[in-house]
């Protein structure tokens, strides 16, 4: 199981950025897939983007296309969430997770997920 720790949220307004960023601890986070989902008040969780084992390949929710980009440090055991145009309806809290198994490609499957952070709050004000 590997432990993931978000960070990087906060209260924002429309139009403004933010960067979060995912630690994670184990030896297999270089080889599994990761993802970020958010879940908005009194809605389910959903993927929002997801990258590669090796960083080669990313995929996006149509709602945050050409305004949020996924990436990874594999050195550094972190993935990030780069959102820009924000607007109030990002507003969620943001998880990242790891793939259930190795060498995994990007996948926007909430299945193929198994491991969770805590999340951290993003609020965007209009």
């Known amino acids: 199981q590997m432990r993931l720790v978000e960070s990087g949220g906060g209260k924002v307004q429309a139009g403004d950025s933010l960067r979060l960023s995912c630690a994670a601890s184990?030896?297999?986070?270089?080889?599994?897939?990761m993802g970020w989902f958010r879940q908005g008040p009194g809605e389910e969780r959903e993927v929002v983007a997801s990258?590669?084992?090796?960083?080669?390949?990313?995929r996006y929710a149509d709602s945050v296309k050409g305004r949020f980009t996924i990436s990874r440090d594999n050195a550094k055991n972190t993935v990030y969430l780069q959102m820009n145009s924000l607007k109030p309806e990002d507003t969620a809290v943001y998880y990242c997770?790891?793939?259930?198994?190795?060498?995994?490609?990007?996948?926007?499957?909430?299945?193929?997920?198994?491991?969770w952070g805590q999340g951290t709050q993003v609020t965007v004000s209009s």
């Open positions: 997770a790891a793939s259930r198994r190795l060498f995994l490609s990007a996948t926007l499957s909430r299945d193929d997920f198994g491991s």
């Open positions: 184990g030896r297999t986070f270089s080889n599994s897939a």
């Open positions: 990258i590669s084992w090796r960083g080669e390949t990313t």
